[in-house]
């Protein structure tokens, strides 16, 4: 019998291992199935050499809870370890491991506050457990021998020669007191399912009932109930297979196997499969972004070789993918790190790059293929490839050529090079600039939509709460592009022409015009112009100008350095068109008080027309209308 002290500077980890790790106790199963799955892989791999040449067997790795005696045994028929192994493995790798962690975050955690995912590997078992066992038989060692190693949570330990019958590990958790609800058996099925439901290995824990009918073909069904083996894993996921051995029908069940509880369909997939410069598979889904719908961004599963590591991928998939739903795996994402670690790593910095390389190249093989299905999936992604651009340079450069706009007028989509062709010089203003129409909401401008379109323009349909950003990236990254939305001023000012109209009043006509309009309205955050435009355009328009309303949104959606923005007092120009034939009434009315109502009534159909007018301005607009008709 040999005992000894595990050597270690601070006292007693294990403690502070129970204190520190709270409410991330479920993690020991996590490392300790890993461990195990290691160990028979590295079997696999010895027998696949030749280096091992005997049986194999029944691999499975089992988790029995025993409730009387207050145990959780996990069962390997992995490599196993020796004397000499345990030795080094366990009370020299292993402990110094969990010291360093210790070192490391001792005094750096608060009361409560968790730091998100990290290993402490075999000795994370002492987080539950009073006492562990581990009985071991190396693969190398003959039939007669085992090593057999016990530790209470102090630095001793002892080590011991044991006879075990089968080649593996046996790892016995004898559970603390405080940590009984892991010996429920549901519970442990649970967490399970949570981290070991893809692992490569056949993972098995109790038992389930199994119905089979046992009459022949034809006759009455005969039920038998059979208690087999209750596998977690029994499929190997989707992910680890090559894309030509699944169907779009494997990936929707995949989908689904995930995502139980969603029942709308993912609109398409990206199967990722690289392993060099470094390893990454995985299967990103698309799903149908409504505007404004609460996005969720933890659907995106993070795995190491098959072990579930976290489903908060911050940092490790670009930002603006967070919304995408799927598993990503990499053996090169360390396992056992903090957050900010995770971030500065460069091997994570090269997959979230791959990862934006690879959505832009299927959205563009996508567009290539069938452009018609592509236009129809991007209605309902727009929004993420509105924040990719804004936010990801390499991502704006290659959506710039898949990325559409959509026309109000007839509906068709074109490309963004695409659109400028078609606007071509009809909506080309005399600086030579082109100008983008856009509508936030057709519904709410259909009646500006409908001038434009008489005039021979189109609108295009920017309605996302990012829409502001983009426009500011395009007009930065395109020459002479400009766009305006289709109800922020009179169609003539919104793309100036050579050749100004010619006034049909006079200067000083001009002048009084105006003054009666300010003295009606007598509000100083509206201001008065006038302009000379066609006799069929609008009488007047309350807008408000492009710019500030553009910067009063973006600082709405945050960033863009536009903060406190959205806190500015709404300013408003009033436009007359001199030129309409009420501007000529308003000048000759007699009697003041009717010139006061026909610029009021007309300045309330403006704001009524730009979804302006409501409250005590509304009612006042209904009864002075109904004055009129009596
Ligand atoms: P890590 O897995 O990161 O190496 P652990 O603390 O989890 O750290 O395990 C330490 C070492 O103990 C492993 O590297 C392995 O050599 C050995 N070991 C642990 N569990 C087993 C097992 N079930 N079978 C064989 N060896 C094991
Ligand atoms: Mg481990």
């Not at 790795?61 to 959780?72: G, L, Y």
């Not at 022949?216 to 029994?234: D, F, L, R, S, Y």
């Not at 509880?261 to 470094?278: A, G, Q």
């Not at 959505?359 to 236009?375: G, I, P, S």
């Amino acid at each position: 019998m040999a005992t000894g002290k595990i050597n270690v500077s601070a006292d007693n980890i294990f403690p502070i291992i129970k204190k520190f790790l709270y409410s991330d106790h479920e993690i020991f199963l996590r490392e300790l199935i890993s461990n195990a799955v290691d160990a028979t892989n590295k079997l696999k791999t010895l027998s696949n050499l030749g280096e091992f040449s005997g049986e194999l067997g029944d691999l499975s790795i089992h988790v029995d809870v025993d409730k009387k005696k207050k145990t959780i045994t996990i069962r390997d028929r992995g490599v196993g370890m020796s004397s000499d192994e345990i030795n080094k493995y366990i009370n020299e790798v292993a402990f110094s491991g969990a010291t360093e962690f210790v070192k490391t975050y001792e005094g750096k955690i608060d009361k409560g506050a968790m730091i998100g995912h990290f290993g402490l590997g075999f000795y994370s078992s002492f987080m539950i457990s009073t006492k562990v066992e581990i009985h071991s038989r190396s693969w190398k060692m003959p039939e007669a021998e085992g090593a057999f190693w016990s530790c209470d949570g102090s630095p001793e330990y002892s080590l011991v020669s044991k006879k075990k019958k089968d080649r593996g590990t046996h790892i016995i958790l004898h559970v603390d007191g405080d940590s009984e609800e892991f010996l429920e058996e549901f519970k442990i099925n649970e967490l399970l399912k949570k981290y070991a439901r893809f692992m490569s290995v056949p993972i098995v824990c109790g038992e389930k009932d199994e119905r089979n009918n046992l009459a022949p073909e034809g006759e009455e069904a005969k039920w038998e109930t059979q208690k087999v083996p209750n596998v977690i894993n029994p499929d190997s996921p989707a992910w680890t297979k090559k894309p030509s051995e699944l169907s779009d029908e494997d990936y929707k069940a995949f989908y689904k196997a995930l995502y139980p509880y969603t029942f709308e369909e993912p609109l398409f997939h990206i199967h990722m499969n690289v392993d060099y410069p470094f390893d990454l598979t995985g299967i990103l889904f698309f799903p149908k972004i409504k505007p404004n719908m609460e996005l969720n961004k933890n659907k995106i599963q993070l795995y190491q070789s098959q072990v579930f590591v976290t489903d908060n991928v911050e940092g490790i998939v670009p930002d603006f993918l967070m919304m995408l739903h799927g598993v990503i795996d990499s053996r090169d994402i360390p396992l056992n790190v903090s957050r900010s670690y995770l971030q500065a790593d460069s091997n994570v910095k090269k997959i979230s790059g791959h990862i934006t390389k690879k959505v832009a190249d299927k959205l563009e093989e996508m567009l290539k293929n069938d452009r018609n299905d592509f236009e129809q999936k991007l209605k309902d992604i727009a929004v993420i490839i509105e924040y990719g651009m804004v936010t990801d340079e390499k991502f704006f450069e290659r959506a710039l050529k898949f990325n559409m706009l959509r026309s109000a007028v007839d509906e068709s989509a074109s490309t963004i090079d695409e659109y400028l062709d078609k606007i071509g010089t009809l909506q080309t203003d005399k600086e030579g600039q082109r100008v983008v129409l856009y509508t936030s909401n057709a519904e709410a401008q259909h009646s500006y939509i409908q001038k434009a379109k008489a005039e021979g323009y189109d609108v295009v349909v920017l309605d996302s709460p990012i829409a502001g950003h983009w426009i500011q990236k395009i007009e930065g990254a395109k020459e002479k592009v400009r766009f305006a939305r289709v109800d922020s001023d009179m169609l003539d000012k919104l793309i100036p022409k050579d050749g100004d109209r010619s006034h049909l009043l006079t200067e000083s006509e001009q002048e009084s015009l105006k003054g009666y309009v300010e003295s009606a309205i007598n509000d100083k955050n509206y201001s008065v112009r006038i302009e000379a435009l066609a006799s069929d355009d609008m009488p007047m328009m309350v807008v408000m100008p492009e710019f500030m309303r553009r910067m009063k949104e973006m600082s709405a959606s945050g960033g863009g350095g536009f903060m406190g923005m959205a806190d500015f007092p709404d300013h408003y120009d009033v436009v007359v068109n001199g030129n309409h034939p009420l501007a000529g009434k308003i000048l000759k009315a007699e009697e003041p008080a009717d010139r006061e109502q026909l610029v009021l009534q007309a300045k309330d159909l403006a704001l009524l027309q730009q979804g302006l007018l409501t409250g005590e301005r509304l009612t006042a607009f209904v009864s002075r209308s109904l004055d009129r008709l009596v």
